[in-house]
């Protein structure tokens, strides 16, 4: 294993496994085909085609394919098709920041295929001349991926919310950080990537931010989704990465990323090219 394996799990899919999602004329995700006749007969929203699923052309406005995908999804946590509901609504749109197609629940997001948003905050302390990462290990209840290793913070951007704001709301809420420390995280160049996984597609866009904790900075988590935090040497931290499978996929990717702006993975790595090739300019 290297950190290669690591960033091509999370770019790794088919999609001659799925077909196009649309809306209004536009793809904006995508289907696996073995669920293509469990939604089709969903008559007055989906229609099904030989070559793409698109939401019903009658459902005009975001607030009419809002209703009408809540109705669906709520139909297929019933048949448990899906799990982990969050009631937590992410928005189906063209791009970042424009106004949304639809709103949609988390939980559904990748049995659609639909590009999702999320914050991932490094957090980290120097000691002379060490560097050292803070690392949050997920509680076994999760719904996804308990007991893996995690950013120090990390969630999903919902709808109603900047960037910003809910970094701060994340950091209050994993790590108990006030919210005058968690403004002094630094943005840095977003991630992006895509997998396919149990549920579907993830074609997802990380914003992560670099903050500098001061030694006696201890975490406490509120909201019962971390089980522990370390304070492990980043030689620790890569090594891990690197060798093992015990950190959340998508959470490799930041902590590779962190490696090599901060200089610790460096330009003379065999695989470095590639890596920086991949993180920055995925297929998808």
């Given at each position: 294993?290297?950190f290669?394996?690591?960033?091509?799990?999370c770019?790794?899919?088919?999609?001659?496994?799925y077909l196009?999602?649309v809306v209004?004329?536009?793809?904006?995700g995508h289907?696996r085909?073995s669920?293509?006749?469990?939604?089709g007969?969903?008559?007055n929203?989906?229609v099904?085609?030989p070559?793409?699923?698109a939401?019903?052309s009658?459902?005009?406005?975001p607030?009419d394919?809002t209703?009408a995908?809540?109705?669906?999804?709520?139909a297929?946590?019933?048949?448990?098709v899906v799990?982990g509901?969050r009631?937590?609504?992410y928005?189906?749109?063209?791009?970042f920041?424009?106004?949304?197609?639809?709103?949609?629940?988390?939980?559904?997001?990748?049995?659609?295929?639909?590009r999702?948003?999320?914050i991932?905050?490094?957090?980290?302390?120097?000691s002379?001349?060490?560097?050292?990462?803070?690392?949050?290990r997920?509680?076994?209840?999760k719904?996804?991926?308990?007991?893996?290793?995690?950013?120090?913070?990390?969630?999903g951007?919902?709808?109603?919310i900047?960037?910003?704001d809910n970094?701060?709301?994340?950091?209050?809420?994993?790590?108990?950080m006030p919210?005058?420390?968690a403004?002094?995280?630094v943005?840095?160049?977003p991630i992006?990537?895509?997998?396919?996984?149990?549920?579907?597609?993830?074609p997802?866009v990380l914003f992560?931010?670099d903050?500098?904790?001061p030694m006696?900075?201890?975490?406490?988590?509120?909201?019962?989704?971390?089980?522990?935090?370390?304070l492990w040497?980043?030689e620790?931290?890569?090594?891990i990465v690197?060798t093992?499978?015990?950190?959340?996929a998508n959470?490799?990717?930041?902590?590779?990323?962190?490696?090599?702006?901060?200089?610790f993975l460096?330009?003379n790595?065999?695989?470095?090219l590639?890596?920086?090739d991949l993180?920055y300019?995925?297929a998808?």
């Open positions: 294993m290297s290669l394996d690591r960033v091509r799990e770019n790794s899919y088919d999609l001659a496994n196009p999602f209004d004329g536009i793809t904006v289907v085909k669920l293509i006749d469990g939604l007969r969903f008559r929203i989906f099904v085609r070559d793409s699923i939401m019903a009658d459902l005009r406005s607030a394919r209703a995908m809540a109705f669906v999804v709520n297929l946590v019933d048949e448990g799990k509901v009631n937590e609504r928005p189906v749109a063209t791009a920041g424009e106004d949304p197609m639809l709103e949609m629940e988390r939980a559904a997001v990748p049995l659609f295929g639909v999702a948003f999320g991932h905050l490094n957090g980290y302390v120097r002379g001349n060490d560097t050292l990462m803070w690392v949050a997920r509680s076994m209840n719904p996804t991926y308990p007991g893996k290793l995690d950013q120090l913070v990390a969630g951007q919902p709808v109603g900047s960037l910003s970094l701060v709301k994340e950091c209050w809420e994993e790590a108990f919210e005058a420390l403004r002094q995280a943005p840095v160049p992006s990537y895509c997998f396919e996984c149990d549920r579907g597609l993830r997802n992560c931010y903050l500098e904790l006696d900075f201890q975490p406490h988590n509120t909201d019962l989704e971390v089980e522990q935090f370390h040497p980043i620790r931290v890569m090594d690197a093992t499978g015990d950190f959340k959470c490799n990717l930041v902590a590779i990323d962190f490696f090599i702006r901060h200089g460096a330009s790595h065999p695989d470095y590639e890596l920086v993180l300019h995925p998808y």
